[in-house]
Each structure stands twice: as C-alpha cells, then as structure tokens.
C-alpha cells in the first residue's frame, strides 16, 4: 500500500469530537454510579450486585465479539456470523448489562439527597 492510500480499516476521530462524546457518557455514568456509591457507604448490597453484573456482561460481550476482534472489525452487528455458542453468550451478556443497568437506574430513581 502506498503512502498516498488510506487503510479503509484505520479510524481518526478528531480529539473535540471524542470531547463531545465523553461529556454525555461521564455525566450518565456519575447519574448512575454516585447513588450506587451513596447506597453502598448505607450497607445495601444493591449497587455491588448491579456493578457485578454489569462487569460480567462487559466480559461475556467480549469474549462473543473476540472472533470479530481479532480480524480489525470493531464495529459491526454480524450476528449470523456468530457461532451458536457465541451467540447465546452474546445473548447473556446483553442480558446481563441490561439488569444491571436496570438496577442501577431503579436505584438513582430512588435517591433521595
């Protein structure tokens, strides 16, 4: 390939775009995490279980997507390309981040400062 050629594969994402980005995900995430954080400090096992299973559906997602890792296709929604196995995996783990997030947001609803 040629200096002069662009890797179809290779992305640039200008550093004020990635900014404007990570402002929306920080702020969701400290919605989320500081009533989890201030339930935790009370003694409520809540916030311990949704952040474990929010971690376990971070891994599970993972190792169903590593096929697709290990070629350099990052962002796709290849499902039939998924293997049974990896599939169901993949299944749980959506399921997995869903109750988690669930628990924390049923949380946050019920902070009350």
């Known amino acids: ?3 002069k050629q662009k890797d179809p594969l290779a992305w640039y994402v200008p550093p004020m775009v990635m900014f ?3 402002v929306p995900v920080v702020g969701m995430l400290a919605f989320l995490l500081f009533p989890a954080l201030q339930a935790a400090e009370h003694g409520s096992p809540v ?3 949704a952040l474990a299973l929010i ?3 971070v891994v599970f997602l993972f190792l169903a997507r590593l096929q697709f890792y290990r070629q350099p296709r ?3 929604f290849a ?3 998924l293997t049974d196995i990896r599939r169901r995996l993949r299944l749980t783990a959506y399921a997995c981040l869903g109750i988690g997030v669930l ?3 049923a949380l946050a ?3 009350d400062p």
């Open 1 to 3: 390939m040629s200096a």
């Open 20 to 22: 404007q980005l990570a």
């Open 47 to 49: 916030p311990a279980a």
């Open 55 to 57: 971690v376990v559906g």
């Open 74 to 76: 990052f962002f796709m």
């Open 79 to 81: 499902t039939r390309q």
């Open 103 to 105: 628990m924390l947001i």
């Open 109 to 111: 609803a019920s902070f």
